[in-house]
């Protein structure tokens, strides 16, 4: 007997990746500001970040970051207004996470932002992935892991030097333990929304 079967794949979650290596004749400047920032606070700020450095969160009020600041800044426009079909007034908000040998980042969301993402600055060969939980709380129960249909899976996105990754907030995420020698440099970030949505 013939049977037509279709299906339809629910609930997806959108991330967006942008490569700004354009701008790669600044990242040894960036570098340098990061470095100064360490060298003026050097203990960690933040929670989960275990083992590296973190920042406060004042990188894109910087001068010397002006540049990664617009392009984050443009780059949130653009998926807010595929999220809400208009533009979102937000403060962006941007800190440091660095990772030296046996440093990583514990699983976390970002509480209070619209979006949340990071910006890599240098990658070194033996630096952890992003790791993406995957969000969905019933799938915890399916007795079947990895990419397959109502399987439970975490996405390890490989990143490089100029790759921005954007994501929504409640997007539970990690770092793996750093592996390398030289640190693996990023700059993370939220955008908060300057009005509450719906207020």
Not at 114 to 135: A, H, I, N, Q, W
Request: net charge neutral.
């Amino acid at each position: 007997m013939h049977v037509n079967v279709t299906h339809q794949d629910l609930f997806p979650t959108r991330i967006w990746k942008f490569d700004i290596s354009a701008l790669s004749d600044h990242f040894p400047a960036w570098r340098q500001g990061v470095e100064a920032m360490r060298a003026a606070q050097p203990s960690p700020a933040g929670r989960s970040n275990q083992g590296g450095w973190n920042s406060d969160k004042t990188v894109f009020a910087r001068p010397e970051f002006a540049l990664l600041a617009d392009s984050v800044r443009q780059s949130i426009g653009y998926a807010l207004r595929q999220v809400t079909g208009q533009d979102v007034p937000v403060i962006c908000e941007g800190w440091v996470n660095m990772h030296e040998r046996g440093s990583y980042n514990t699983a976390h969301v970002h509480q209070g932002a619209l979006l949340s993402g990071t910006f890599y600055l240098t990658v070194p060969e033996g630096s952890g992935k992003l790791v993406m939980r995957d969000p969905r709380p019933g799938v915890a129960l399916s007795p079947f892991r990895g990419p397959g249909v109502n399987s439970a899976q975490h996405v390890h996105l490989q990143p490089y030097a100029g790759l921005l990754v954007l994501f929504p907030n409640w997007l539970e995420h990690e770092v793996p333990q750093h592996e390398s020698d030289e640190p693996r440099v990023a700059i993370a970030m939220n955008a908060i929304p300057r009005v509450l949505p719906g207020g």
